[in-house]
């Protein structure tokens, strides 16, 4: 059974940093560009940032560009999310997603598996 497992999600203040980790099980991802995204309350899931398939390029939503950084160990099927300097806006619960595309995709209809969701709460 292909999953996609979030973790490190928690409560941090405003100005803090979280790093969450997705890992894969089930058949390797290591072909896939994977994608992070976003769900706040009352509000659609959006992209936050994706890495193709070597971790050689990465794409990244307006709002988060200088302050994420998302990267890959495909030896360890797991993709990381590195959060810095958070806002209260930055308050959603976050999934990772992969896709059968190899390079750069930010349509959310063209991911097809979807991790179960971490919550990070950023306080001011």
């Known amino acids: 059974q292909v999953q996609l497992v979030e973790s490190g999600g928690g409560l941090v203040q405003a100005g803090g940093s979280l790093r969450l980790s997705c890992a894969a099980s089930?058949?390797?991802?290591?072909?896939?560009?994977m994608g992070w995204f976003r769900q706040a309350p009352g509000k659609e899931r959006e992209f936050v940032a994706v890495?193709?398939?070597?971790?050689?390029?990465?794409y990244y939503t307006d709002s988060v560009k200088g302050r994420f950084t998302i990267s890959r160990d495909n030896a360890k099927n797991t993709v990381y999310l590195q959060m810095n300097s958070l806002k209260p806006e930055d308050t959603a619960v976050y999934y990772c997603?992969?896709?059968?595309?190899?390079?750069?995709?930010?349509?959310?209809?063209?991911?097809?598996?979807w991790g179960q969701g971490t919550q990070v709460t950023v306080s001011s």
């Open positions: 890495i193709n398939w070597s971790g050689g390029r990465t």
């Open positions: 089930g058949r390797t991802f290591s072909g896939s560009a």
């Open positions: 997603a992969a896709t059968d595309r190899f390079e750069i995709v930010v349509t959310i209809g063209l991911y097809d598996t």
